[in-house]
């Protein structure tokens, strides 16, 4: 009998010791696809049903899969049909998991609240009046509903663990580069990673394994073995010691996200880690100099879409001047081209080292930061995001909305493994527990979220509404 919180881990269970068919599995999150997915807006294309359906799965529309329509959630891209795979969707195919569809994302990436999207924005699932965050917010709203157990996103300055904080599900960024950059529509290419989104720590150290590694495609790619991660997860809690971020915890929290965060951490406690607090000043830097790095990064990749090779072509272009300039206006979202202009500005002559270089001085500085606290602790702990999901349309200034990565950019520009794990409720929606490890240290947090979730079950609530399935 299948239920719509149930984990992958379970349905694996299922499948090997009642004889579950994966064409059964597949099946049951149609079905529920079909039955919820007009009122959330998660999915944006379903995939055909696989000729050997394998175990559920569905990516990010950012994913390039060979002969698959893969848009970005942009005009720009409507049409696009890739002639490859990406390499941690290729290695996926090969562990036996086959695709439910491509969810909805922010534009090229670029978001915090899934409302920059050609389809729509996707709805958090604990209240449709709210935005399930960004960009990966099809993936989070997709698991939170049960449409299905597992998902891919990616994650640039939070993109992971926003939208899993806002939807109460769990999400995990690995460190920068141990999953494969190859094939997945680059934003912002020294800080993009794929990561994975499910309900529970155990389910993504599972995936995770499956596929993280070396890829001689991507320059990027660490040469280092992946860990069994999923075999490593009941590592004792005692005397580990949690360092609790005093910026994580500033003003901009608000009362109930903090209050609950602190209960979460008091689990932990009980469990035997040992709580200290610290002090990281430099993260007051991190939305500056990342907002100036991101849109620099994304001004060059997108410099690529320019009405001649692929993507967004304007209708009878008057010179090669008109095709670009229209092509690119009429083709890009107003938060893509901002984006682009800033990014363009900070490189430009005159303003490249005032913006760009500083930016990048400021990121070493994080990072070093970050070294630092790291021979003082194991790992490092706060709220997700400042507050939980904010009403769709509220935020209309570009600034406010990129002040709710104020707690996880600086990882990314650190390169530092983070996740976000479900503990509990402020205002009947959800909070999300950040947990940040050194570099390759994934095994840390996989470890102590299992070990939360053991004692805790906020991972498996779901809205009342989307239990039935017809």
């Known amino acids: 009998m299948m239920k719509p919180n149930q984990t992958l881990w379970e349905i694996r269970q ?3 010791t009642d ?3 994966a064409e059964e599995i597949h099946a049951y999150y149609r079905k529920r696809i079909e039955q919820w997915n007009d009122q959330l807006g998660a999915f944006v294309h379903e995939h055909g049903q696989d000729e050997k359906a394998g175990l559920p799965i569905a990516y990010k529309d950012i994913f390039c899969m060979e002969g698959v329509e893969t848009t970005c959630a942009s005009r720009m891209l409507q049409g696009f049909v890739p002639p490859y795979t990406a390499t941690v969707v290729a290695r996926l195919q090969q562990a036996g998991f086959s695709s439910l569809g491509m969810l909805n994302m922010d534009e090229f990436a670029m978001g915090s609240s899934n409302e920059h999207s050609i389809y729509g924005p996707c709805r958090n699932p604990w209240n449709t009046d709210r935005v399930a965050g960004g960009s990966s917010g099809g993936s989070a709203a997709a698991v939170a509903a049960g449409l299905t157990p597992v998902a891919l996103g990616t994650d640039t300055g939070g993109s992971i663990r926003q939208p899993a904080a806002f939807c109460g599900v769990t999400g995990i960024k690995p460190t920068y580069g141990r999953a494969s950059r190859y094939g997945i529509v680059a934003y912002a290419s020294s800080l993009d990673q794929a990561g994975v989104l ?8 599972w995936v995770l394994e499956q596929m993280c590694g070396h890829d001689p495609r991507d320059s990027t790619s660490l040469d280092e073995p992946v860990p069994a991660w999923s075999e490593q997860l009941d590592t004792s809690m005692e005397g580990v010691k949690i360092g609790v971020v005093r910026q994580w915890q500033s003003e901009a929290v608000e009362e109930g996200v903090r209050e609950t965060v602190v209960g979460a951490l008091r689990v932990l406690k009980d469990l035997g ?6 002090d990281l000043p430099e993260l007051e830097w991190s939305i500056p100099a990342y907002y100036v790095i991101a849109s620099a990064e994304c001004s060059s990749n997108l410099s ?5 090779r692929y993507g ?3 209708e009878s272009p008057r010179d090669l001047q008109d095709l670009y300039s229209r092509s690119r206006s009429e083709g890009f979202g107003e938060e893509v081209k901002r984006r682009i202009l800033l990014g363009t500005f900070a490189l430009s002559a005159g303003y490249y080292d005032a913006y760009y270089r500083k930016a990048q001085q400021v990121r070493r500085r994080i990072h070093d930061a970050f070294r630092r606290v790291f021979r003082q602790v194991d790992i490092l702990a706060g709220p997700t995001t400042p507050t939980t999901a904010f009403a769709i349309g509220s935020v209309k200034d570009p600034v406010t909305m990129y002040q709710e990565d104020i707690n996880t950019v600086a990882v990314n520009l650190a390169g530092l493994p983070g996740m976000s794990i479900p503990c509990g409720f402020s205002d009947g929606m ?5 947990l940040v490890a050194p570099h390759l240290q994934e095994q840390r947090l996989l470890a102590a979220g299992h070990q939360y979730q053991l004692q805790t079950d906020w991972h498996l609530q779901m809205p009342e509404w989307l239990e039935a399935t017809a």
């Open 304 to 308: 690529r879409y320019d009405g001649v």
């Open 198 to 205: 499910a309900r529970t720590a155990q389910d993504c150290a």
């Open 19 to 21: 004889g579950l068919a």
């Open 312 to 314: 967004y072509r304007c």
């Open 273 to 278: 880690a040992e709580l200290v607090e610290v």
């Open 430 to 434: 959800p909070v999300g527990l950040q």
């Open 14 to 16: 299922q499948q090997q």
